[in-house]
């Protein structure tokens, strides 16, 4: 599997101030941070991806949490048909800076177009630029390697996982001087709900 050939056409520049907004782009999908105007279609798109699952609840409250929360919109045909948030969260007893990626979500028609992994992949740059040392999700490694994430036993994630999960805790080093982190996550509020930890 590749998203190379998703990705081609996907032109990612950082030359501005503000590295989550790219502007220079595009011929498929522009990526900037979220307006408070977005929140009817960002509700939209998590009913549509996630028919099954209710993620409102955590959307709004991640919308809330101001700076610490990194809430990016993938907008193509003037219409926003993708959104992925990054929260700022610590290891106990350590100050390195780590984010949780997540949640994640393409609206149906447009998914499998590069349009996720393209969002993703300005939240990254934009982290790796603020220093951030290292980026956790909680997801399918099956999509989440392609950025780089790997299983981590490391750190300890805030909740208990079932064994089956175990490999869907994963991390991503953006910084290679830095030695591994270890400890145990730890994460704001709104992610303090064992129901998003479990199946
Ligand atoms: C998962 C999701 C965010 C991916 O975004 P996307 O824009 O569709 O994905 P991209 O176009 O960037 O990448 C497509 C690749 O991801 C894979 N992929 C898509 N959804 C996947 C999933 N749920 N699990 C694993 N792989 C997935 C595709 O097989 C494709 O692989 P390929 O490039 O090797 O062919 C999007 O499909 C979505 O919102 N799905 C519904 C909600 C969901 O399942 N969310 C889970 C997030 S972990």
């Known amino acids: 599997m590749s ?3 998703g990705l081609a056409c996907i032109r990612v520049s950082f030359d501005c101030c503000d590295p ?3 502007e220079d782009m595009i011929e498929k999908i522009k990526t900037r941070k979220s307006l408070p105007n977005d929140v ?3 509700e939209k798109l998590y009913w549509d991806a996630f028919p099954d699952e209710d993620l409102l609840p955590l959307v ?3 919308q809330r949490e101001g700076p610490s929360v990194i809430s ?3 907008i193509a045909d003037k219409a ?3 959104h992925v948030v990054f929260t700022t969260c610590s290891i106990v007893g350590r100050t ?3 984010a949780l990626l997540g949640p994640l979500a393409v609206a149906p028609a447009w998914q499998r177009q590069g349009i996720g992994s393209a969002i993703v992949r300005v939240g990254l740059r934009g982290l790796e630029n603020a ?3 290292q980026v956790y999700v909680l997801g399918d490694p099956a999509y989440y390697r392609r950025f780089g994430f790997e299983p981590d036993d490391c750190v300890t994630p805030p909740y208990h996982l079932p064994e089956e999960w175990r490999g869907a805790w994963q991390s991503l080093n953006l910084r290679s001087d830095k030695p591994p982190l270890y400890g145990k996550f730890s994460v704001p509020q709104p992610w303090r709900k064992q129901a998003l930890w479990a199946p």
């Open 3 to 5: 998203l190379d050939l």
């Open 20 to 22: 989550y907004i790219d």
């Open 40 to 42: 009817a279609s960002i």
């Open 60 to 62: 709004r409250e991640l």
């Open 72 to 74: 990016l919109v993938g």
């Open 80 to 82: 926003l048909v993708g």
């Open 96 to 98: 390195d800076k780590v």
């Open 131 to 133: 220093d951030t040392n």
